[in-house]
């Protein structure tokens, strides 16, 4: 199994380069969902993303995704700006493998048609080229300051997910028989009991391990934000993967930003207040009551 890390550069409130009506963050998490979707259609690969939404990620965090899932290759995806046009391929300094990983790409992408001009690999210090421990490379696809540029991006969007994909499984040396149906995610259990348990265990109330969630679980239940630590915290993030949520960290069982903008989808597709706050409300309705 040959895990890989699909970044969408920016996102939340940072928005990246913009440029031509556009946002740099947009379109890298287009060309990033994409690319990874078609990746995970073939067999032996799994992808792991540093962001599947609009929430912001900070640059340690994605070195910590990708290096935390034992990833073997990362694939940053960028748009440029400061008026340029073109493609441009970059790998961390002295570094044999990215520096292959990202010929591959660009080398792809121009033989193909599929850049407006070729701009060529580069080395450079970028802190997700740094600090991750997998393969890493970093694509510019063109200059959002550029109109030409953005609309070639836009009319071409679909070939160039594809032909990113291609280039990676090429280097990979999978080649198009490997595609298969992807299997569905594992099943993750998650039991009342086990909450109820260390509800009693944490003081915050003295339940029947009956495995039943009631209105006495209910209002033993504590108030769980950001910041928070623990078992609770991880019986909210299993909950959430179980009811697919995606959470790139895991169950952890610590509560940071990817924990909060989970439960806030969570909150909003349950007509809830979407603060990121595990309070009744929300608890109800994870309890299912």
Known sequence: MVKICVDAGH???????????????????AFALGVGANLQAYNGVEVIYTRTSDVDVSLEERANISNNNNCDY???????????????????????????FASAIQNSLVTNGLAT????????GFYVLKYTVAIASLVELGFIDNASDMEFLDKHKDSIIKQITLAVVDHLGIGNG????????????????????????????????????????LAAAPTVRQ??????TKWIQKKLISLGYSLNYGADGIFGQE?????????????????????KNTWRKLLGL
Not at 75 to 98: D, P
Not at 117 to 124: L, P, Q, T, V, Y
């Open 178 to 217: 490997g595609i298969v149906t992807p299997e569905p995610p594992p099943v993750v259990e998650v039991t009342i009991s086990e909450l109820q348990e260390e509800i009693n265990k944490q003081g915050f109330g003295n339940l029947v391990v009956d495995n039943i969630a009631g209105p006495k679980t």
């Open 11 to 29: 996102g939340g409130n940072d928005s990246g380069a913009v440029g031509s009506g556009r946002l740099e963050k947009d379109y890298t998490l």
């Open 74 to 100: 990362f694939l940053a995806i960028h748009i440029n700006s400061g008026g340029g046009t073109g493609l441009e391929t970059y790998y961390y300094y002295n570094s044999e493998k990215g520096k292959s």
């Open 117 to 124: 001009s070729d701009r060529g690999i580069k080395s450079a």
């Open 227 to 232: 910041g928070a630590k623990g078992n609770i």
């Open 259 to 279: 924990t909060k903008q989970a439960v806030m989808q969570f909150q909003k597709d349950n007509n809830l207040i979407a603060d990121g706050i595990v309070g």
